[in-house]
C-alpha cells in the first residue's frame, strides 16, 4: 500500500510515493516558470496543473497500490475560475505587491487591530483579500465572470476530483477566514466583495474530500479509488512533516527564504503579537495553533553570493567536483566573523513586515575573503531569526526545541551557527522532503494507514545530527548580536 504527497511550489511541482513503512518508492519534480517584475510575481494556473500532472506521472510509474493523495502549496495566492472552469487570472504570488494600497483599505474599514484580532493576521499586500479587491477595481468585467476562487493547492484538489474546498491553514493566509471560528467572516468577504458561495467549503487538515475523477484517474493511470486528502500550507506541511507535535517545538525550513514556524496549545493572546505582523494559524491538532516567523531571504543570500561575487570559487569548486556551497562550508574558518549582514536584501519579513527595507553588508575591508562574507550572511539570517524568537518571547510564545529541514539543513557549518547563536539545540531531519512527507502522514491517517498523526511521525521522521550550542563562542555572538539589534534603523537612516 502506499501514499502520496505532491508539494506545489511557485517555481514546480514535487510528488514524493512513500511505502505504509515509511519508504520513499520514487520522486518526480517538475519545473514551471513564472512570470515577474515591476512587483508582479505570478505563474499561470494552467503551468501548474499540467506541471503536476507531469510529476505525478513521472512518480507512480508502475507503482499500482496507492491508496491516498494529499496536497500542499504556496499560500495566499489564488486562482479565478469562470462558470466553465477556465482560469480567468494566474496565482498572483504571496511576493506580488499588488494590493498595497487595497490592504490599508482593510485596516480603515476594520481597524488593523481589531481586524487581526479576528483573522490572526495583519492585513497586508501579501494576502489575498486586498489582491482580490485590486483585481476587482482593476478588471471589473474579468471580476464579474468569477464563479470560483480557489487557493493553490485547492485548484489542484479541484481539478483532480471536483471538490470544491480549502482547508484551514490555506484559509488562515486569505484575510477572511477567523481562526476562531474557523469560517469565512461575512462581513470581511462583503467589504471584499466576494460571496461564500464563490469561496471553497472550508474543513480541517487531512479531511478526505472524494475519490479521484474517472477521467483524470486515466489520464495518470491510477485507480479510480485513489482518495483525495486536503492537505494544507507548506510551512505546515512541513511541520507535520518533521514531528513537530506537541508545544515548544518548531521547524526552521530554509530554502530560497527562512521561515520558523511555531506549535502551541490554544490560541495565542494575538494583540501580544501584533506589531510583529505574526499570523496565528490553525494547526492539525486539536485547539492547537502554529505562528510564522520568516525571513524574506535565506538560502536565497547564499545563492546571491555565488552568483555575483563567487565565480572564482564556483570555478574552483567544479574542478574539485564539489558543489560552490560544499566548497565554501568546507573552507571558511569555524568562529565567528566581525562582519555584519542585514538580509534584507528582497524586503523584510517579520516582525518587520517593512518591503522598502535594503540589505547592507557591514565591516569590509580590503582583507575581507570570500569565505567570511559567506559565513557572516549565515551569521545575519541566524541573528534575525534570533531577534524574531526574542519578539515571539515577550508574547509568551517559547521554542525549546528546532528542527531543520530545506536546503539550509544539509550545510552542518550553517546548523552548528544556528545553536550557537539562538542558544537552542537544532536537530537537522536530513531530508527536504519535509512537505512531501507531511502530506504522506496525512494522506496515511486519513486512510486509516496510521491511527493517529504521532504514529505516522515514528514511521516517517527520521532525525539526523544534533547540534549543541557551544557556549566558548556565545559570547562574541552576543556581542555582535547586540551590535546588529541597531542595523536595520541604521541603514533605515541612510537610505
Known amino acids: 500500500m502506499a501514499v502520496v504527497g505532491i508539494d506545489i511550489g511557485a517555481t514546480g511541482s514535487k510528488c514524493c510515493v512513500y511505502s505504509e513503512n515509511g519508504m520513499l518508492l520514487a520522486e518526480a519534480y517538475e519545473e514551471y516558470q513564472g512570470k515577474s517584475g515591476a512587483g508582479?510575481?505570478?505563474?499561470?494556473?494552467?503551468?501548474?496543473?499540467?506541471?503536476?500532472?507531469?510529476?505525478?506521472?513521472?512518480?507512480?510509474?508502475?507503482?499500482s497500490d496507492i491508496q491516498a493523495i494529499a496536497l500542499t502549496s504556496f499560500g495566499e495566492s489564488f486562482v479565478l475560475l469562470d462558470e466553465a472552469d477556465r482560469p480567468l487570472t494566474s496565482f498572483m504570488l504571496y511576493s506580488d505587491n499588488r494590493g498595497a494600497e487595497e490592504s490599508l483599505e482593510l485596516q480603515r474599514e476594520f481597524g488593523a487591530k481589531a481586524f487581526s484580532q479576528l483573522m490572526g493576521i495583519k492585513p497586508s499586500s501579501m494576502m489575498s483579500a486586498p489582491k482580490l479587491m485590486w483585481v476587482k477595481k482593476h478588471y471589473p468585467d474579468l471580476f464579474a465572470q468569477t464563479k470560483r476562487v480557489l487557493f493553490g493547492a485547492d485548484y489542484i484538489i479541484y481539478c483532480l476530483c471536483g471538490a470544491f474546498v480549502t482547508d484551514y491553514t490555506l484559509a488562515a493566509r486569505t484575510a477572511m477566514f477567523d481562526v476562531h471560528k474557523m469560517d469565512w467572516n461575512e462581513k470581511v468577504l462583503k467589504f471584499v466583495g466576494v460571496s461564500r458561495d464563490q469561496l471553497p467549503r472550508p474543513l480541517p487538515t487531512g479531511s478526505i474530500v472524494g475519490r479521484i475523477g474517472r477521467?483524470?484517474?486515466?489520464?495518470?493511470?491510477?485507480?479510480?479509488?485513489?482518495?483525495?486528502?486536503?492537505?494544507?500550507?507548506?510551512?505546515?506541511?512541513?511541520?507535520?512533516?518533521?514531528?513537530?507535535?506537541?508545544?515548544?517545538?518548531?521547524?526552521?525550513?530554509?530554502?530560497?527564504?527562512?521561515?520558523?514556524?511555531?506549535?502551541?496549545?490554544?490560541?495565542?493572546?494575538?494583540?501580544?503579537?501584533?506589531?510583529?505582523?505574526?499570523?496565528i494559524v490553525p494547526y492539525v491538532l486539536p485547539g492547537a495553533y502554529v505562528t510564522y516567523a520568516f525571513s524574506l531571504t535565506g538560502g536565497s543570500l547564499l545563492r546571491w553570493c555565488r552568483e555575483h561575487i563567487g565565480k572564482k570559487e564556483q570555478e574552483t569548486a567544479q574542478r574539485q567536483g564539489k558543489s560552490f556551497y560544499q566548497y565554501l562550508d568546507e573552507t571558511m574558518a569555524d568562529m565567528p566573523t566581525d562582519l555584519l549582514v542585514l538580509p534584507h536584501f528582497t524586503g523584510a519579513g517579520t516582525p518587520y513586515m517593512d518591503s522598502e527595507s535594503r540589505g547592507a553588508i557591514i565591516g569590509l575591508t580590503t582583507e575581507?575573503?570570500?569565505?567570511?562574507i559567506y559565513r557572516a550572511m549565515m551569521e545575519g539570517s541566524t541573528y534575525e531569526m534570533r531577534y524574531n524568537l526574542e519578539r515571539l518571547s515577550e508574547g509568551g510564545l517559547h521554542v525549546k526545541e528546532l528542527r531543520a529541514t530545506g536546503g539550509g539543513s544539509q550545510s552542518a557549518?550553517?546548523?552548528?551557527?544556528?545553536?550557537?547563536?539562538?542558544?537552542?539545540?537544532?536537530t537537522s531531519q536530513g531530508?527536504?522532503?519535509?512537505?512531501?512527507?507531511?502530506?504522506?502522514?496525512?494522506?496515511?491517517?486519513?486512510t486509516g494507514v496510521f491511527s493517529s498523526l504521532k504514529e505516522a511521525a515514528e514511521v516517517f521522521v527520521k532525525q539526523g545530527k544534533t547540534y549543541e550550542p557551544r557556549q566558548h563562542v556565545r559570547e562574541q555572538y552576543n556581542r555582535n548580536y547586540e551590535r546588529y539589534q541597531n542595523l536595520y534603523q541604521a541603514v533605515k537612516m541612510v537610505l
Open 368 to 372: 575581507t575573503r570570500l569565505e567570511e
Open 215 to 279: 477521467k483524470i484517474a486515466r489520464e495518470l493511470e491510477l485507480p479510480e479509488h485513489v482518495a483525495i486528502v486536503t492537505g494544507c500550507h507548506d510551512q505546515v506541511a512541513s511541520a507535520i512533516g518533521t514531528g513537530i507535535l506537541k508545544p515548544g517545538m518548531a521547524i526552521d525550513s530554509v530554502g530560497s527564504l527562512e521561515c520558523i514556524t511555531s506549535f502551541y496549545n490554544g490560541c495565542p493572546e494575538y494583540l501580544a503579537l501584533y506589531q510583529g505582523g505574526y499570523a
Open 413 to 426: 557549518q550553517w546548523l552548528q551557527i544556528k545553536a550557537d547563536i539562538l542558544n537552542i539545540p537544532i
Open 40 to 63: 508582479i510575481y505570478e505563474v499561470e494556473a494552467a503551468q501548474v496543473w499540467e506541471g503536476t500532472k507531469c510529476a505525478v506521472r513521472r512518480a507512480i510509474n508502475r507503482i
Open 431 to 446: 531530508d527536504y522532503r519535509a512537505g512531501g512527507i507531511g502530506c504522506a502522514m496525512l494522506a496515511g491517517k486519513a
